[in-house]
Nanobody, 126 residues
């Protein structure tokens, strides 16, 4: 099992930027899919971004495409989510997730991920 710890959340004005980090420990992430999800109060957990640890492919929903970028630092065993042009609707708790299932493209369904971080709050407000 891999342990995940998110950080980097906070309060930002509309149009601002934040970078979230997800530090992994417990085992190598080779072969894993990594994803970011978010959940606002009263809403279901929503897919935000995903990538393969061993590849460059990244997947985004239309709601964040062009504004969010998922990346990784293999030496630090860390995945990042760079968020720019933030909107009020981006306010949520953001979660990092990992799965060792051998997808060609990482799943966008949170039920398919077995490892989760504790979440980090992002609040976009003027």
């Amino acid at each position: 099992q891999v342990q995940l710890v998110e950080s980097g959340g906070g309060l930002v004005q509309p149009g601002g930027s934040l970078r979230l980090s997800c530090a992994a420990s417990g085992r190598t992430l080779s072969g894993f899919s990594l994803a970011w999800f978010r959940q606002a109060p009263g809403n279901e957990r929503e897919f935000v971004a995903s990538t393969k640890w061993d590849g460059a492919t990244a997947v985004y929903p239309d709601s964040v495409k062009g504004r969010f970028t998922i990346s990784k630092d293999i030496a630090k065993n860390t995945v990042y989510l760079q968020m720019t042009s933030l909107k009020l609707d981006d306010t949520a708790t953001y979660y990092c997730a990992a799965s060792s299932r051998p997808w060609v493209l990482p799943s966008q369904d949170p039920r398919d991920y077995s490892s989760w971080g504790q979440g980090t709050q992002v609040t976009v407000s003027s």
